[in-house]
């Protein structure tokens, strides 16, 4: 049984990668951001550098 998950981009994300896509990291961004999202679409498991993790400083509360 294969089991996908949706993901729903908002409109600030929508809003926020076009920005960041006209910036200096742009392919690395699309490439990396295209790979992390279809892993989680497939409900795999991420490398540990995009791990989750708890916040901290300003976004602790978060």
Not at 30 to 57: F, M, S, V, Y
């Amino acid at each position: 049984m294969i089991c996908m998950l949706t993901i729903e981009r908002t409109t600030v994300f929508k809003r926020d990668f076009k920005r960041e896509m006209k910036r200096k990291y742009s392919y690395f961004l699309e490439n990396d951001l295209r790979k992390i999202i279809e892993a989680l679409a497939d409900n795999q498991l991420l490398e540990p550098r995009h791990r989750d993790h708890a916040l901290t400083g300003n976004w602790s509360d978060f």
